[in-house]
T-cell receptor, first 116, second 112 residues
Framework: EAGVAQSPRYKIIEKRQSVAFWCNPISGHATLYWYQQILGQGPKLLIQFQNNGVVDDSQLPKDRFSAERLKGVDSTLKIQPAKLEDSAVYLCASSSTFAIQGLPAFFGQGTRLTVV | QQPVQSPQAVILREGEDAVINCSSS?????VHWYRQKHGEAPVFLMI?????EQKGHEKISASFNEKKQQSSLYLTASQLSYSGTYFCGTEADSSGTYKYIFGTGTRLKVLA
């Protein structure tokens, strides 16, 4: 089966600019996650969707980050305006149902963002 | 809130064994183990569900002690391909919402 697709793979922007990342999960996966991984650290959950509804966005910096999942399939994550500390790899993952059932999350290759 | 892994880093010779621990302050419903190589996405290794089960896959196995809120990953007769950073991913109940949170990570380097 096709994996989780993300684009772009790399992005370099200046601080205060805007950027958007796209994710297409594995077909049929209801749960979609966006993680931020700063170099040398574990992935940090930013937002979790169940179909097109938000399950958890408690760690999403809502003053600058936004995410949506239209029609419960693809998702976009936006940063506006970007700060230097936003430099990280942004990982999208999906699983076939709600995490309570203990099913694994499968990750995309990630988007490496550098803010200069 | 983030599960703590130990050790933070370990260096092995090929054929040696290692144990990586994951400890949470919250009651866990399941533990997932992932391996991430430099510049790549985390790759799923295995899941352990409530019930203290132990799982194995070739020379990699894991255990889950739900009472202690801990899980351990066992790597036996390590191979060069085992090098990478290992993360535990934990599902825990937080005010009625099940959150999926990664641990602090353990860097493993296997030398020839």
């Amino acid at each position: 089966e096709a994996g989780v697709a993300q684009s772009p793979r790399y992005k370099i922007i200046e601080k205060r600019q805007s950027v958007a990342f796209w994710c297409n999960p594995i077909s049929g996966h209801a749960t979609l996650y966006w993680y931020q991984q700063i170099l040398g650290q574990g992935p940090k959950l930013l937002i979790q969707f169940q179909n097109n509804g938000v399950v958890d966005d408690s760690q999403l910096p809502k003053d600058r980050f936004s995410a949506e999942r239209l029609k419960g399939v693809d998702s976009t994550l936006k940063i506006q305006p970007a700060k230097l500390e936003d430099s990280a790899v942004y990982l999208c993952a999906s699983s076939s149902t709600f995490a309570i059932q203990g099913l694994p999350a499968f990750f995309g290759q990630g988007t490496r963002l550098t803010v200069v | 809130q983030q599960p703590v892994q130990s050790p933070q880093a370990v260096i092995l010779r090929e054929g040696e064994d290692a144990v990586i621990n994951c400890s949470s302050s919250k009651a866990l419903y399941s533990v997932h183990w992932y391996r991430q190589k430099h510049g790549e996405a985390p790759v799923f290794l295995m899941i352990l569900l409530k019930g203290g089960e132990q799982k194995g896959h070739e020379k990699i196995s894991a255990s889950f002690n739900e009472k202690k809120q801990q899980s351990s990953l066992y790597l036996t007769a390590s191979q060069l391909s085992y090098s990478g950073t290992y993360f535990c991913g934990t599902e825990a109940d937080s005010s009625g919402t099940y959150k999926y949170i990664f641990g602090t990570g353990t860097r493993l380097k296997v030398l020839a």
